[in-house]
Nanobody, 124 residues
Framework: QLQLVESGGGLVQPGGSLRLSCVASEFSLDIYAIGWFRQAPGKEREAVSCISSSGGETAYKNSVKGRFTISRDNAKNTVYLQMNSLKPEDTAVYYC?????????????????WGQGTQVTVSS
């Protein structure tokens, strides 16, 4: 079964940046669309961004457009989420997930494999 591991979370001040990574073990990621999701305490999990298997298609939640960038390096079996101009409302546990299709969608229920998450805290 595809296993995903996120890293790169941490504590950052408002306006700062973080880069999250999502790495797959044992299986190649290049046939999966990958999504990044987040869940804040007391809130439902929400989609942040996704990227198609080829990397040619991306999508973003409106509130992160222009601040976050998703990318993938299939040779390294890794998907990244570059987060700039971070705000306190970006604080959440961030998850990556893989979908058994090549196309990118922003619906959590469409994803089949999930990582354990990495905490991102934006605070002064």
């Amino acid at each position: 079964q595809l296993q995903l591991v996120e890293s790169g979370g941490g504590l950052v001040q408002p306006g700062g940046s973080l880069r999250l990574s999502c790495v797959a073990s044992e299986f190649s990621l290049d046939i999966y669309a990958i999504g990044w999701f987040r869940q804040a305490p007391g809130k439902e999990r929400e989609a942040v961004s996704c990227i198609s298997s080829s990397g040619g298609e991306t999508a973003y939640k409106n509130s992160v457009k222009g601040r976050f960038t998703i990318s993938r390096d299939n040779a390294k079996n890794t998907v990244y989420l570059q987060m700039n101009s971070l705000k306190p409302e970006d604080t959440a546990v961030y998850y990556c997930a893989a979908r058994n299709f090549r196309a990118c969608v922003l619906w959590p229920s469409s994803y089949d494999y999930w990582g354990q998450g990495t905490q991102v805290t934006v605070s002064s």
